[in-house]
């Protein structure tokens, strides 16, 4: 069963006329540090009416108690959910995303616990959100924590050959090219501002992708053909502390294998064609970059996920 705390906001806190409430979410698993990090850059946030909530995901590293401990003793608004079990990026989400619309969110905030977030984010995100209705989700623009001014996403789009989804500004250095407001196809999970009648109409992440990968763009898909669209926020700024010199091996790979099926099978064009592509694109991009060790796993998770549908 989750277990919620509720520690009360300091005495002054804006509580102007009227600001649409937004949750913003983390999720934490075994990684307390980062999470610390990313929350102490969301108190610092500037909008006036947000709600700060960590779900943890099953933490054996005793991070969740590390977490509760930091905020103890601080008089500051934060909302704590302990899951019994690791249940995946899409279901410990889905957790947070259930109790936010329970307690009447007009929009949440998921945030990935490994980033940093600019003060003005969550205001700019909602500005734009409050004037666009058909907005359903928005991502911020989302830079290298190490490389402050090096891109790592503007949103994403889809490429018809090899068809996949691609992140726009993917390792490029910022520029004009990347401070235009607009609708794009695609966001990254890593941040996205989530309309509560998406929630309510669209619901969640779908499961089906555990433990992580894919799920984020499958979700984008499922939005937009729902007829919601999705919006790119350059003044919204981020920042991600992603590993660019590391590519999967291992178990990470089986996962991106095999969660790759459900994703073309669902919205590929056309389905079985756009992952036999995908496939053979991914396995010989890791080949020519020296990565050998990916691809056996990387296989063997198509090849079960292929065997889960059946």
Request: net charge positive; hydrophobic share 40%; proline share 7%.
């Amino acid at each position: 069963m989750a277990d919620v705390i509720h520690v009360d906001p300091p005495q002054g806190m804006s509580e102007t006329k009227n600001p649409p409430l937004v949750y913003v979410m983390l999720l934490n698993w075994n990684d307390a540090p980062n999470t610390l990090a990313c929350l102490r850059s969301v108190y610092d946030l500037d909008y006036p009416n947000y709600r700060v909530l960590v779900v943890d995901n099953g933490s054996t590293d005793g991070s969740d108690q590390a977490i509760r401990q930091a905020f103890s003793e601080e008089p500051t608004r934060i909302e704590f959910i302990a899951n019994g079990q690791n249940l995946g990026f899409a279901g410990g989400a889905n957790v947070g995303l259930e109790h936010a619309q329970r307690q009447r969110a007009d929009y949440v905030f998921f945030v990935n616990n490994d980033t940093v977030v600019d003060r003005p984010l969550l205001t700019e995100l909602v500005r734009v959100a409050e004037a666009n209705p058909r907005a359903g989700l928005l991502t911020p623009k989302i830079y290298y924590h190490d490389d402050p001014t090096l891109v790592w996403s503007a949103g994403a789009r889809w490429v018809s050959f090899p068809p996949r989804v691609k992140m726009i500004g993917l390792r490029k250095r910022d520029g004009p090219r990347y401070d235009l407001l607009r609708q794009v196809e695609y966001a990254t999970g890593c941040a996205l501002l989530i309309r509560h009648e998406v929630l309510d109409t669209v619901g969640g992440f779908d499961p089906i992708y555990w433990p992580i990968y894919h799920e984020d763009y499958d979700y984008c898909a499922r939005v937009t053909k729902a007829g919601w669209q999705v919006w790119y926020v350059p003044t919204a700024r981020m920042w991600h502390k992603d590993a660019r010199s590391q590519r999967g091996t291992g178990t990470k790979a089986f996962n991106l294998g095999k969660n790759i099926v459900p994703f073309y099978m669902r919205h590929g064009r056309p389905p079985r064609l756009s992952l036999a592509l995908f496939v053979t694109w991914a396995v010989l991009r890791e080949l020519v970059g020296g990565n050998v060790a990916f691809v056996r796993p990387y296989l063997s998770g198509v090849r079960a996920g292929l065997s889960r549908r059946g």
